[in-house]
């Protein structure tokens, strides 16, 4: 299992991210999406309005490095920071059946390599105290 129970617990508690990209000439894109944690293949589905003609989804189509944020501040008094990073590979796929998106429309598949989590975890620990969580995956 490539995601913990801590971070599937908070991947499903959200529904904005953002996802980083690399356009044809290396510029990288970083844009605000709306996910869903695909429990049925560990990955996370990435939809929108008109996906499949926009620039983050022509940036992955042939599978393509990605990288992928969902962070919040649920407390500034004490100050709590949670983060979630992945990693992967990006791959556009249209029309998939079984996207945890809810909708038959084009998608960004994030299929993770690289995890890193902080904070999702012992919440009564000092937030210097916290140590990230950092995992490659199969």
Not at 70 to 97: H, K, N, Q, Y
Not at 120 to 135: G, M, Q, S, T, W
């Amino acid at each position: 299992m490539s995601f913990t129970q801590a971070e599937i617990a908070y991947l499903t508690s959200q529904r904005l991210g953002r996802l980083a990209t690399a356009q044809p000439d290396g510029t990288l894109q970083v844009s605000p999406v709306a996910f869903r944690y695909n429990a049925d293949l560990a990955t996370i589905d990435v939809s929108g309005y008109n996906m499949a003609a926009s620039r983050k989804y022509r940036n992955v189509v042939g599978g393509a490095p990605v990288a992928f944020v969902v962070d919040d501040v649920p407390s500034t008094d004490p100050w709590r920071v949670r983060c979630l990073e992945i990693r992967g590979l990006g791959e556009a796929v249209e029309f998939p059946a079984e996207s945890a998106t809810g909708s038959p429309r084009a998608a960004i598949r994030v299929h993770p390599r690289r995890i890193i989590s902080f904070g999702l975890e012992a919440e009564d620990v000092d937030p210097h105290l916290l140590v990230p969580n950092k995992r490659n995956v199969a």
